[in-house]
């Protein structure tokens, strides 16, 4: 497959339309939140770990997305125009998966590496709300120390990829690495401004910010893009 200099725009599009739509999810920035309340951070510190969380869910993201890419640049160099056509088709299948899951009534499922858990609106997020103070042995309550409520944070996200940037990753294969870089670059932005927008909306008193309508649509969003996007990689590679 020759690279395409016009699938680029659409690809990085995509790209930002999916990171920050999946960041968007109370699940990757409610927690920090409620962690600042009891443990009496101020909007600095906590924007300061969100950003530590966010990086650490890009970095798994995008080692998948590596993986990826070496695979096809082998599959490409191997297949010629073929895999243009293969990439595409994939694109379109993948989209037509997040569709019928919309349909389903799956608006928005988040894939944990240690097991799957299915996350909805804002909430289904208020789930995660954890009592950041134990009992000392005289009986009162002190906060739990930073350390660890920062560990259980970053554990989190890090170990959590954001499933649904893999196919933009997919479809920026035909740029090789250098597509890889500047799709993790997209994704690292895209990913920690969405997460420290809404934590920091949320401190500020937006206290009934109800992402759940976003939320919802989310794998339609996905499914919609990628059909898209698929069809355009089909057509621009029947013109070259």
Known sequence: ??????????????????????????????????????????????????????????????????LLVFVGV???????????WLAGGALIAVGTYYVWRQACGAGHGHVHLFGRHEHGGHAQAGSHRHNHHHKT?????????????????????????????????????????TGFILLSCVLAVATVAAMALFTWLTMTGLEGLDLSRVTRWEAG????????????????????
Request: contains cysteine.
């Open 1 to 66: 497959m020759v690279a395409q200099p016009e699938l680029l725009a659409p690809i990085v599009v995509t790209g930002v339309v999916v990171a920050f739509l999946h960041a968007a999810i109370p699940t990757h920035w409610l927690p920090f939140v409620l962690a600042a309340r009891g443990q009496g951070w101020g909007r600095g510190r906590t924007l300061g770990v969100v950003a530590l969380a966010g990086m650490g869910h890009v970095l798994l993201t995008a080692l998948l997305g590596a």
């Open 74 to 84: 082998e599959a490409g160099g191997t297949l010629g125009r073929t895999f243009g």
């Open 137 to 177: 042995q005289g009986g009162a309550a002190r906060p739990r120390s930073d350390v660890a409520v920062i560990a259980g944070l970053l554990a989190l996200l890090a170990f959590s990829p954001c499933e649904g940037f893999l196919p933009v990753y997919g479809a920026g294969v035909v740029f090789g690495w």
């Open 221 to 240: 969003v996905y499914g919609v893009l990628f059909i898209g996007l698929g069809l355009l990689v089909l057509v621009t590679e029947g013109w070259s």
